[in-house]
């Protein structure tokens, strides 16, 4: 079984960056799908971007421009770029993946099997 282990959370004023770390304990990323969720606190968890086993990328409206998705296949190991963070950014944020999805339902929860603890990420205004 897949264990997705998240890092690199914490608190940074408004206008900040953070990079997220996500690495399986099993499956290399090159053959999987993987993506990056959150949830703030009274809402539900949304998908923030995605990338595919070809490297293609998908991002939220909300942080287009803003947030990079990568991957290191040499390291095992996602990221999450988060620049020009915004208090509304403030959430757990989870990695998640599987070895396939729905082509269109990258943000759909359903579609992944897999997924991390979560680390927080809190932004100041």
């Known amino acids: 079984q897949v264990q997705l282990v998240e890092s690199g959370g914490g608190s940074v004023q408004a206008g900040g960056s953070l990079r997220l770390s996500c690495a399986p304990r099993?499956?290399?990323?090159?053959?999987?799908?993987v993506g990056w969720f959150r949830q703030a606190p009274g809402k539900e968890r949304e998908g923030v971007a995605s990338?595919?086993?070809?490297?293609?990328?998908r991002y939220a409206d909300s942080v287009k421009g803003r947030f990079t998705i990568s991957k290191d296949n040499d390291k095992n190991t996602l990221y999450l770029q988060m620049n020009s963070l915004k208090p509304e950014d403030t959430a757990m944020y989870y990695c998640?993946?599987?070895?396939?999805?729905?082509?269109?339902?990258?943000?759909?929860?359903?579609?992944?099997?897999?997924w991390g603890q979560g680390t927080q990420v809190t932004v100041a205004s």
């Open positions: 099993a499956h290399s990323y090159g053959s999987i799908c």
């Open positions: 998640a993946s599987d070895v396939w999805i729905t082509p269109g339902s990258w943000d759909a929860e359903v579609e992944y099997m897999y």
């Open positions: 990338i595919d086993r070809d490297g293609s990328t």
